[in-house]
């Protein structure tokens, strides 16, 4: 006897750090041993192609951002929202999976909506330490509220919520055991010069490109730096870059690489080879620093929503494995000073290493696929 065929839909969207864990479980939900097919819904997107390079079918609709304060987008996006919800519908309509699993983000919510209208069960991940709108929402819709931070369980009735952590990418937990000294040679870096990999999340901060650029000359004296700049940020920071560089020695200049959008296997190489990460605070930022145990500098971006980059902030800086940075303290000095206590200390470096392992939850994407497979009257997956 064959056994019956389990659809589960994948649903998220609006930037890197909703798509790529879905990702994370989709890798996981092929692995597993039952008969699964897997489709994902939400608004178009650069990072779709993830999705059919896994031969997930994607299914596209209008994306559109929910907001709690007045603003002239509202006049655009209600309309799309609405149009979104009936999308959803027509979608799960003729896919009529067994389960939806949402991610948050643009798009989510009438996903969500839909497969509530259908009676299909839901589970949500929440990424944050505050949760955002869709998921405020998403949650009265849903079975079970798989959660990264403990302290996001008092925003959700309790009786539905697992702690699981935040699913990255697999590619870049086989890499987490990299060797520092051997990752930086493979970058053409110098082993003996301490590197900072700095980022600001997938689509890149605009502050910190500004406030490195601007301080290049200067920080290149102690560092090299490996920046990644986002892919929207890439023209202008390059031609602020080369007018930098161009008034620096040969062999301080040589200090600096720069990129636009990272590939997974040139993340997992950035990071494998930097002794200190200076990076926004978005949740997939700070599981994946986690994974490769680097003490890092965390600089919230002032006006995410929910304040939840500051919350991730100071709840990883619980542990001792991160130093947090205001933007209002965003200074050459600030920076400077915190970067050089970290590394000047080998005990207090390898605490915060040790804290940062510690607190990365590596099974996440597994963890998340076997709640799946409960909610849909399946064994949990085995390892």
């Known amino acids: 006897m064959t056994s019956m065929i389990k659809r589960i839909v994948l649903t998220g969207g609006g930037s890197g750090g909703h798509i790529y864990p879905l990702l994370s479980v989709a890798d996981e939900l092929k692995k597993a041993p039952f008969d699964l097919e897997?489709?994902?819904?939400?608004?178009?997107?650069?990072?779709?192609?993830?999705?059919?390079?896994?031969?997930?079918?994607?299914?596209?609709?209008?994306?559109?951002?929910?907001?709690?304060?007045?603003?002239i987008a509202n006049i655009f996006?209600?309309?799309?929202?609405?149009?979104?919800?009936?999308?959803?519908?027509?979608?799960?309509?003729?896919?009529?999976?067994?389960?939806?699993?949402?991610?948050?983000?643009?798009?989510?919510?009438?996903?969500?909506?839909?497969?509530?209208?259908?009676?299909?069960?839901?589970?949500?991940?929440?990424?944050?330490?505050a949760p955002g709108i869709t998921n405020r929402l998403s949650a009265k819709f849903s079975k079970k509220i798989c959660i990264s931070f403990e302290s996001a369980a008092s925003f959700f009735p309790q009786k539905k919520v697992v702690f699981t952590g935040n699913p990255i990418r697999d590619e870049l937990l086989q890499a987490s055991k990299m060797q520092t000294t051997q990752s930086k040679l493979s970058l053409g870096l110098k082993e003996e010069v301490p590197l900072l990999f700095v980022l600001g999340g997938?689509?890149?901060?605009?502050?910190?490109?500004?406030?490195?650029?601007?301080?290049?000359?200067?920080?290149?004296?102690?560092?090299?730096?490996?920046?990644?700049?986002?892919?929207?940020?890439?023209?202008?920071?390059?031609?602020?870059?080369?007018?930098?560089?161009?008034?620096l020695d040969s062999e301080t200049k040589h200090r600096y690489k720069m990129a636009g959008f990272l590939s997974a296997?040139?993340?997992?190489?950035?990071?494998?080879?930097?002794?200190?990460?200076?990076?926004?605070?978005?949740?997939?930022?700070?599981?994946?620093?986690?994974?490769?145990?680097?003490?890092?500098?965390?600089?919230?971006?002032?006006?995410?929503?929910?304040?939840?980059?500051?919350?991730?902030?100071?709840?990883?800086?619980?542990?001792?494995?991160?130093?947090?940075?205001?933007?209002?303290?965003?200074?050459?000095?600030?920076v400077e000073s915190q970067t050089a206590k970290i590394l000047s200390d080998r005990g207090a470096y390898d605490a915060m290493s040790a804290a940062a392992k510690a607190f990365s939850k590596p099974d996440a994407a597994r963890a998340i696929t076997g709640e799946l497979m409960k909610t849909i009257g399946l064994a949990p997956t085995s390892k």
């Open 202 to 247: 997938s689509q890149g901060s605009v502050r910190i490109n500004r406030f490195i650029l601007d301080n290049l000359d200067k920080l290149l004296q102690e560092f090299q730096i490996y920046h990644q700049v986002g892919s929207a940020n890439a023209e202008e920071s390059e031609l602020l870059a080369n007018s930098m560089i161009q008034q």
């Open 265 to 334: 296997r040139e993340m997992k190489n950035a990071y494998a080879s930097a002794d200190v990460v200076i990076s926004r605070s978005g949740a997939s930022d700070i599981f994946e620093i986690a994974a490769f145990g680097k003490p890092s500098v965390l600089i919230p971006l002032a006006e995410s929503g929910s304040d939840h980059q500051r919350l991730n902030a100071y709840e990883y800086a619980k542990r001792g494995a991160t130093v947090v940075i205001e933007e209002s303290n965003l200074t050459l000095h600030v």
């Open 38 to 71: 897997v489709y994902y819904i939400g608004p178009k997107s650069s990072l779709q192609s993830e999705f059919l390079e896994r031969d997930i079918p994607v299914r596209t609709i209008l994306g559109s951002k929910l907001r709690r304060y007045a603003s």
């Open 77 to 129: 996006d209600i309309p799309k929202f609405f149009v979104s919800i009936v999308q959803a519908l027509v979608r799960l309509y003729t896919l009529m999976p067994d389960l939806v699993f949402s991610k948050g983000g643009t798009g989510a919510f009438p996903v969500v909506f839909a497969a509530w209208f259908y009676r299909i069960p839901v589970v949500i991940h929440e990424s944050d330490a």
